[in-house]
């Protein structure tokens, strides 16, 4: 949760006064996103949210991100949409900041996650690859086996504070990841453009149906088979980091429905796995050493990932996925 | 600015599903309001304010916040008003917390406050105070004269982190506020159910035109002139604390163009001001003092209300506010 940003009434109207969706009636900081300060904003035309992007995201990364998202929603993708100016842009300026609305995507993400939700997640991420095939912009993947010593470098002399060992344990991971990860390049993987990060909190539902995919501020260009790595790891696992297979495969069946995956794919996915849990351990683990003191935003517990790369470790073949 | 309890979505639907509101199609957590969680609810039948009453709120005090509320908004003043579910109560529980769903009124607040504002607010505090005398139930002002000792007393010791010798000077303050405050209710002012805390962010306006009060949770029963001087505080002075005497006649003129002023409310009117100075400067000053190291929420500033406090002590009388 972050609203960083503090718009001026006056500001915003100006801002608002740039498109054509009538005037603004409403506009309230979200606690949503903790890169960007967003808000819901209402005007005579109805619901949007407006963006500031913040220091952290890189701003020659929005029109990939703008860009795709405007791509995905116009072949039929249920996600948030840019709103053009008058001028024809979906990019200005607001508070000095780089800004943009969007539309609004109606539904709550599942706080707990029902084994129905993976088959759905499962169709809608492989929709989203299908759709995102003929986008021309690229962007590499900046949080990739490269990014990863580099980024555990800055932790390193800390990361016994997690977890004793926890250092000597990672070297080792990353040994394995980075002599690992150029198989996948040999096999030449399909890549093309990937969320990244779809979380729970990411993909929005109405009711028990699937209704949406926001936050498209990671997303990159890499191994398709990768998002179900992330997938894996954010939506298989039980809250007790116990490995709920049925899930997973209902995930799979679903992404099969629409895109079916290589033999290549599938042998890689325990690697798949094992990549993006180092991914989002570190990013945890540099979010909680140097957190602020008494911050009233608690960083998410890098232990969580720590079990899950063993789970992985552990796996022989894509069969433990219930993938075969 | 602060989302306390976070809602499980299964939790939030059976919630709803006590009211005949439709389902819930979105519910984002809002930056606004310091004391509660506040979540903008959009369900089939429109928008919604969700509120869950955290610990700094006292549960026995809102029937009457919500029974205000309601009275008003029944009277065609433009607030929140809370809505009833099926059983006809306003009032239930949400994840262990009490909870209410109340309308949600359209407007943005006015962050650089115009000379065009004062007015208006006057007016639409007049209307307030005159739509509430009916209302059966009455509230204390638990931060009226008799808490402030108390409550100076747990910051005295530190008082000198923010200005050398402030203790000192506030101890000589409170000395003249307890003798001069008693002459109020030898005077027999008029009484009502006030707002107490009518900031600028609690007063919205579509374009220029102000559109609603909202947050009555400091509501309570006082001398109706106590409000003019908090509003006196919270729009008539200037960013650098110099004092808009234009703001301040037009506030007085819109108010008495609804309720005219009795001559003792006005010859009180200087230690209405100061009286409320002393409430918002010790309510400063004590979260400013017990804030937690490297806080994301940055509290207000006391030294504002020191500079706004010896201003109204060099008062003389009504007319130095544009008042007579």
Known sequence: MAVYTEVPDDDLAA????????????????????????????????????TLYERRVDESDLPYFLGLM????????PCPTPTLGR?????RRLCGRPAAIVTFLPGVWHRRVGSDDTGQLGTALAD???????????????????????????????????????AE????????????????????????????????????????????????????????????????????????TSFNITKARLMFA?????????RDEMEVMPLMA??????????????WLHRPEGAMVTPKDPLEYVRKLRFHQRVGSAAAYGLD
Chains 1, 2 share one sequence.
């Open 15 to 50: 801002f608002v006064a740039e498109y054509d969706i009538g005037r603004v009636l409403s506009c309230k900081g979200i606690a949503e996103g903790v890169e960007n300060s967003n808000y819901l904003l209402q005007t005579e035309n109805g619901n949007f949210i407006l």
């Open 70 to 77: 405007a791509h995905l929603a116009d072949k039929g993708l």
């Open 87 to 91: 001028d024809g842009r979906a990019l």
């Open 128 to 166: 989203m690859h299908v759709k995102g095939m003929d986008f021309p912009l690229q962007r590499p993947n900046s949080l990739s086996v490269e990014s990863w010593r580099p980024l555990f470098a800055q932790s390193r002399e800390r990361a016994h504070e997690v977890l004793p060992d926890l």
């Open 169 to 240: 344990e990672l070297e080792a991971e990353l040994d394995h990841l980075e002599a690992a990860w150029p198989t996948c390049a040999r096999l030449q993987l399909p890549t093309g453009n990937i969320h990244a990060d779809l979380f729970p909190d990411n993909v929005f539902f109405l009711g028990e149906r699937l209704s949406g995919l926001i936050d498209f501020y990671f997303a990159c260009t890499d191994f398709l088979c990768y998002d179900l790595g992330v997938c894996l790891n954010a939506w298989c696992f039980e809250p007790d």
């Open 254 to 262: 679903g992404y099969r429905g629409v895109r079916e995956l290589a």
């Open 274 to 287: 094992r990549g993006s849990a180092m991914r989002f351990l570190l990013t945890r683990l540099y979010d």
